[in-house]
Each structure stands twice: as C-alpha cells, then as structure tokens.
C-alpha cells in the first residue's frame, strides 16, 4: 500500500544518504574510520537489511513481486551477475553496492517458486544449504589465504587483474571444499550428538 511505498522510500533515503556521507567523506571521519565501514561491509549489510524489510512489507501482489516473477528481469539479472563476475572491481565505481544489489535480486528469484526461469532447487545447489554454516564460517579465511597467495606472487597477481573470475572461482571452490570437510568430519558429529539428545 501507499504506506509500504513509504516506508522503504523512507529506508532507501536514509540508506543513501549514509553511503554517501561515509563514501564522500561528509562526515566527521577519519581515513581510519571509513577504511573500518567499508571492511565491515556496513553499507552492504545496511543494504541487504533494506531488501529484506522491504520483502516483509510488500504484499504478494506488489509490483516488487511481480518484476520477480518477470521471466525477462530475472534474465537481465542473471546477465548483469555474470558480467560483474568478469570485472575488475576496481575499474568499476560502487563496485561493492551493485554487487549487494544484484545479490539481492538473486535472493529474491531464488527463493521465488512461481515462474521461475531456472530451477536452482537440484541436488548440488541444495547440498549448498546443508553446508551454508560452513559456507558462512569459512569464506573469509578461504578469502584471506588467496589474498596473502597474491601479495606473495607477482604471477598469481597478474593472472587474476586480467582474469578476475578465476579468483572468484578459486574463492568460492575452496570455501566449498573447506566447508564440505567441516560439514563431513566436525559439524555432523555435534548433528549427531543433537539427535540423540532430542530422542531421549
């Protein structure tokens, strides 16, 4: 309704006015301090939190809904996603917002079931679910150590400025690899020790 119109025009003002503060400089903060946001990831979880009340508020039949269940948007979407995927990030302005934003349109074509384009609902992506803790957990060290690998060969460094989707990928197929060992060998057995506490 009107009110739901709103409210999260209200969140997206407040929303830019806080990215533009922190990313202009407007604010009484220092080199130190917007380096601390943007690590944090503050803006990107502040954008997220803003999908998701805006998902709360809108009714089944909004026209937030119904440019989701547009076969043409969630096209452009996944387009758009896969070209990000081949930029460098630092030729790209904002890099990080537009990137949560099509993050976010993906959430919302992922867990929508009417007119889906794709069915990402088979085994492999479901299995991503089961090990999603893991997945949570261990990014950001998977992360780190391909970072430190860069900084420590010029080779490596190179290699991913002209092709970014390999780290990407390296990124994304170690932290999977990393959270399926968790998963297999330390998480299921605390799983398992749950299920037998719940029986008795």
Not at 42 to 58: E, K
Not at 122 to 136: D, E, H, N, Q, R
Not at 147 to 155: D, G, H, N, P, Q
Request: with cysteine.
């Amino acid at each position: 309704g009107k009110y739901s119109t709103l409210k999260i025009a209200g969140l997206l003002i407040l929303f830019s006015a806080f990215y533009a503060a922190v990313d202009w400089h407007f604010i009484a903060m220092s080199e130190t301090g917007v380096r601390f946001v943007y690590m944090l990831k503050f803006h990107n979880m502040w954008l997220g939190a803003l999908c998701a009340q805006t998902i709360y508020i809108s009714k089944e039949s909004s026209w937030i809904f119904k440019t989701i269940r547009n076969k043409a948007f969630q096209l452009l979407i996944w387009l758009l996603t896969f070209i990000v995927l081949f930029i460098d990030k630092k030729q790209l302005d904002h890099f990080h917002i537009i990137s949560s934003v099509l993050f976010c349109f993906l959430i919302l074509i992922a867990i929508n079931k009417e007119n889906r384009l794709f069915n990402i609902e088979a085994t492999p992506f479901s299995y991503l679910g089961t090990i999603s803790f893991g997945i949570y957990v261990y990014h950001a060290y998977v992360s780190y150590i391909l970072r430190l690998a860069l900084e420590k060969s010029t080779a490596l460094m190179h290699l991913i400025t002209n092709f970014p989707i390999l780290y990407y990928m390296a990124e994304l197929g170690g932290t999977i690899l990393v959270a399926n060992l968790s998963y297999k060998y330390y998480e299921s057995y605390f799983l398992g020790m749950k299920d037998k506490l719940y029986k008795k």
